[in-house]
């Protein structure tokens, strides 16, 4: 309000100055042109006068109404336009004080297209964020929990049973607190894992990699595993494949996670078949199985911290949700990109991922 009485202000000095300015020579101007038109008659100067001073007055007074008109005016409309600028930056500024507060649902009305309009879905946009971002936090405290959780009470029980004499100290039975305590020594470095991929806390030492080499080498070190369960390892590598700009240690992690959650959910007597094409300016690597195959609900989720799609949360069964995670920032951190694709339960899956040619 203060800026359109300011505008106003100046608008009404300027022009009353430059009234002030101007009458005077229009004037005599004008009267010059009547004196030579009426030739020249007594008392025309005393005429004059009087004729410039009640001209001024009258400007004068037309200038003061119409300040006064203009004035009233501003007021009026500048109470309604500030009200309806004012009031949504309220409402957004005691929404961000109660997000602030933890209610992340909090949202504010979004009208219009103009730049408040905007500015109030942006504002509904960040608190949509944040409330996810806080319900992800709360469930990567009770996975992470649960996760804990099962080892340590399978440790506890033994440790409980040994000393009532319920369980004898044998070798099985220290073998089986050796495999609880390894399972959990594994959960703890998949979260400092996650925890570095995800800060980005860690050097790339990319380089031109020949694909086929690593994964020929990836699927000789797994091979006794795929035998173990009779499950066929096929590869599929046109020759002659250009190199791709990465980090050998990295793809190597990528491929024996994807590999690995293959066999996993692959049943005996399946096929798990390792596939690579080009795709300019990228080379796309594929990891295929007959397995069990994935809902395509959870395919958009896959990705995300500890989830899974066998919610009975069995970390012998279903891994700790954590690794597909890994993989995903390990691939975009090379300007990459990985994504899974399934035809239904029972139909087997397809975990495909992108990297930039050298």
């Not at 101007?22 to 009087?50: C, K, W, Y």
């Not at 942006?122 to 992800?136: D, G, R």
């Not at 080499?213 to 000789?220: E, F, K, N, P």
């Amino acid at each position: 309000m203060a800026s359109y009485l300011i505008v106003i202000l100046v608008g009404v000095v300027t022009l009353i100055a430059a009234v002030e300015a101007v009458i005077p020579t229009a004037f005599n101007r004008h009267l010059l042109g009547m004196q030579q038109m009426m030739g020249s008659m007594h008392g025309l100067e005393e005429m004059s006068s009087d004729l410039f001073t009640n001209f001024r007055d009258a400007v004068t007074e037309a200038l003061l109404f119409s300040t006064t008109a203009a004035l009233v005016s501003a007021l009026i409309v500048s109470f309604f336009v500030s009200r309806r600028v004012v009031t949504p930056i309220r409402q957004m500024m005691e929404a961000s004080r109660r997000i602030a507060a933890g209610r992340y649902q909090e949202r504010v009305e979004a009208v219009g297209t103009d730049e408040l309009g905007q500015l109030a879905r942006s504002f509904n946009q960040m608190a949509s964020t944040l409330e996810q971002t806080e319900a992800m936090r709360r469930d990567l405290i009770a996975n992470v929990a649960h996760e804990l959780r099962t080892p340590l009470a399978s440790i506890k029980g033994y440790m409980e049973g040994m000393i009532d004499g319920v369980l004898p100290a044998e070798p099985d039975t220290y073998q089986q607190i050796y495999q609880e305590a390894d399972r959990l020594q594994r959960l703890v470095n998949d979260l400092q894992e996650l925890s570095r991929v995800e800060a980005g806390a860690f050097k790339l030492e990319c380089h031109p990699l020949a694909i086929s080499d690593l994964i020929q080498r990836i699927a000789a070190h797994l091979r006794p595993q795929f035998e173990e369960k009779s499950v066929s390892l096929n590869l599929n590598l046109p020759a002659n494949l250009p190199p791709v700009l990465a980090d050998n240690d990295r793809i190597s992690q990528v491929l024996l996670n994807l590999a690995g959650n293959a066999l996993q959910y692959t049943p005996s007597g399946g096929t798990v078949t390792v596939s690579a094409a080009v795709q300019q300016p990228e080379l796309i690597i594929s990891i295929s199985d007959s397995g069990i195959g994935i809902p395509g609900m959870h395919l958009p989720h896959l990705f995300n911290r500890f989830y899974r799609v066998d919610k009975s949360r069995s970390r012998a069964g279903g891994g700790s949700g954590i690794g597909l995670t890994i993989a995903k920032h390990l691939i975009e951190a090379h300007d990459g990109h990985i994504w899974a694709e399934s035809a239904g339960e029972g139909k087997g899956s397809t975990f495909s991922f992108a990297l930039p040619l050298a």
